[in-house]
């Protein structure tokens, strides 16, 4: 987020929502705390003694300092908060993928961090228990010469336990998408929303804890010594040889102890989901942009110009949140949308702003045609066809999307880098300021690797070079033995998209005459013998295997932009037919149809995949919020919702918008209500 600060929207409004989340949870930390004391110092024998010095205790000098020192704590995590949270997840596609972020240096700073923060809140929480946890040392009973101070271990292990459930937290964070902020589909007030979600809150607190004290017990079972001694040399302390020690079975099956340690890791964990369910409630309220503003230093702040920015992540998703309301909530707002400039009389608003919806369609049609051309099970390599193989059909209305598609076209047949670490797609960020950088760390998915050990023999073979004097080579003559490839979109889609899929086979197939020097052999066979056996060790397949719902998963991260622009686009088409006193949405109909059929029917094709699911998963309820893994279903009911949501307005007036005949054959399916 430090790079984001220079944007207005981050100083104006992101900044004070994160500030105003972490002040109110500092303000439900008395009463937390309140409610830690009396369950962990209440006796239900003597309940009118227990209150008395529960009551006694709040108002104790020791008492307030741990008070402070867990605000302080409170704003680190609402800070950490801050500083990791993203709108779009990152999914790893591999167990390998995973591992490199358990490892990554950012995600270590922040488990040491929590560790730290999480002996703090222990050593807190031993404090206002008292007893036999309140001091690290005591004076030592048995003693025979000067006085010495021995080892307290109930607070070591107190203290100790808090560091753990720090880490298991980060753990889960990171394994889990803890940071990741989802949108709610229906807008509720801030009071209502933290109503709702208090009980999940106090349900996962105490079901974490559990699952990390029963945990921490094992590990410190068999470990337990290491850092007793450590202490013990650290700080110049005895082991009392009168107490038990607790690394033992009957040591850590006291149940006054498990129930402090259960209780304790419940006050940590619950202060910190507090936080972090504020800050979500508060970053993902709504925000209403201005269409328009009569002030050229405002223009910035204005719905056409933010959706044009490609950073920060938030913005961008906000701004598209308030075009989907205003489409469908707000008529005034839509007849700015709808107006003319003066002088001019130019539609800018509605140019920027479809523009920019078509192009977040566009961008991911095509993120699902490479997919789908890089893990189709046809046993076909894809093949580059010649300009002699394609016959040319009628032409589009209008050449405004097929600007849109020949503008990723070097994306989709130039090769992708080869990693296992996929990251989460950056169309929403990169697309809007030109071209999408493609690198290892955003790509959504990454096609076969020729060289990887687990590439079927099959597939190095209908990849390897042609010979010049095979049949296959230069354009193929014969329809009988024309190789297919993977096809999605029609050849009559658009004229000038097809003729920039034109490419000579000739330069793509040269082959090089000279042949490889004996080293060169040497060590390509030796590194297909290292291939070949590290790809029978099942722990190197293990790892290195791609989880195909992860990829699908990856490949749909961002589809939240992608509903509200076709909510805000179908509303706004739908809102046309009777406010659009200018015309200026039935300019761009038929590209708004046509892109929509486009990305329905590689939705489509998708779904067809074998490895993709039909139908969303059962998720466990808990605080990482696992919305991510229903966007694709969503993105397909919204897609659908939005063209019948067109057709249902406009009824048999489409059959005048000028398109291809086979995207008017999908669209009379529509109108006939058959899909």
Same mark, same amino acid.
């Given at each position: ?5 220079s ?23 008395p ?71 358990? /490892?990554h ?18 050593w807190?929480?031993?404090v ?102 450590w ?48 800050f ?39 701004? /598209? ?53 890089s893990v ?84 190095r073979?209908?990849?390897?070079p ?44 040269k ?29 190197i ?50 590209s ?32 990482g ?51």
């Amino acid at each position: 987020m430090f790079s984001d600060q220079s944007c207005w929207f981050v100083r104006k409004v992101i900044c004070w929502r994160a500030a105003a989340s972490i002040a109110w949870a500092v303000l439900l930390l008395p009463p937390t705390t309140a409610v830690f004391v009396i369950l962990s110092r209440f006796s239900p024998l003597l309940p009118i003694q227990s209150i008395s010095e529960c009551l006694a205790l709040m108002t104790s000098a020791s008492t307030i300092f741990s008070f402070v020192l867990l605000c302080a704590v409170t704003v680190m995590v609402g800070f950490l908060i801050f500083e990791y949270y993203t709108v779009v997840p990152t999914i790893a596609c591999s167990k390998i993928a995973l591992l490199a972020q358990l /490892l990554h240096p950012r995600h270590v700073v922040n488990s040491l961090v929590h560790c730290v923060m999480g002996i703090i809140v222990a050593w807190c929480s031993a404090v206002t228990i008292g007893g036999r946890y309140e001091m690290l040392g005591y004076p030592c009973a048995h003693n025979e010469g000067p006085p010495q101070v021995c080892l307290n271990e109930y607070h070591l292990v107190l203290c100790l336990a808090g560091a753990f459930v720090g880490f298991s937290h980060s753990l889960f964070g990171v394994i889990h998408n803890i940071n990741y902020v989802s949108f709610h589909a229906v807008q509720q007030y801030k009071y209502l929303r933290f109503k709702g979600s208090l009980p999940l809150v106090v349900k996962c607190s105490a079901t974490q804890a559990l699952y990390s004290v029963r945990n921490y017990i094992i590990v410190y079972f068999f470990l337990g010594y290491l850092p007793r001694e450590w202490i013990c040399k650290t700080f110049n302390l005895r082991r009392d040889s009168s107490a038990h020690r607790l690394d033992t079975i009957a040591g850590l099956l006291d149940l006054s102890l498990l129930y402090h340690l259960w209780i304790s890791a419940t006050f940590l964990l619950f202060s910190w989901y507090i936080t972090l369910l504020l800050f979500r409630i508060f970053v993902t309220e709504g925000y209403r942009f201005p269409v328009q503003s009569s002030f050229t230093e405002d223009v910035h702040q204005c719905l056409p110009k933010v959706l044009s920015d490609p950073q920060p992540a938030i913005l961008k998703f906000l701004a /598209l949140q308030d075009l989907a309301l205003l489409s469908q909530h707000s008529p005034p707002r839509r007849c700015e949308m709808f107006s003319l400039s003066q002088p001019g009389g130019h539609p800018h608003n509605w140019n920027a702003i479809s523009r920019e919806c078509l192009s977040l369609l566009t961008d991911l049609t095509q993120r699902l045609v490479a997919y789908h051309d890089s893990v189709a099970t046809n046993g076909r390599a894809k093949s580059l066809s010649t300009g002699s193989e394609r016959k040319s059909s009628s032409e589009t209305s209008t050449g405004t999307l097929c600007s849109f598609l020949t503008s990723g076209l070097d994306d989709l047949m130039s090769p992708q880098p080869t990693t296992f670490l996929s990251k989460t797609p950056a169309s929403v960020f990169a697309r809007s300021v030109g071209t999408v950088v493609q690198s290892p760390l955003t790509a959504p998915f990454t096609p076969p690797n020729l060289d990887s050990p687990f590439t079927s023999p099959s597939l190095r073979r209908l990849t390897a070079p042609v010979d010049q004097g095979s049949p296959w080579h230069g354009a193929v003559q014969s329809p009988h033995v024309m190789r297919r490839a993977p096809k999605l979109w029609s050849t009559s889609t658009c004229s000038q998209f097809n003729s920039s899929l034109e490419l000579s086979p000739g330069p793509l197939l040269k082959q090089d005459t000279s042949k490889p020097s004996l080293l060169a052999q040497f060590l390509h066979n030796r590194k297909e013998q290292v291939k070949s056996f590290l790809s029978k060790r099942v722990l190197i397949a293990y790892l290195f295997n791609k989880l195909p719902e992860a990829s699908s998963e990856a490949l749909f991260a961002d589809s939240q932009a992608h509903i509200w622009a076709l909510e805000g686009l179908s509303y706004l088409v739908q809102a046309s037919f009777s406010e659009d006193h200018f015309g200026v949405v039935q300019t761009v109909l038929p590209s708004i149809l046509t892109c929509m059929l486009l990305l329905q029917e590689a939705v489509d094709r998708h779904f067809k995949l074998p490895h993709a699911s039909t139908k969303p998963v059962r998720t466990t309820s808990g605080m990482g919020d696992s919305a991510y893994k229903t966007l694709r279903f969503a993105l397909r009911a919204a897609l659908k919702t939005a063209i019948y949501r067109i057709t249902t307005t406009f009824g048999d007036h489409l059959n005048a918008v000028h398109m291809s005949a086979e995207h008017r054959k999908r669209l009379q399916h529509f109108l006939y209500y058959k899909e």
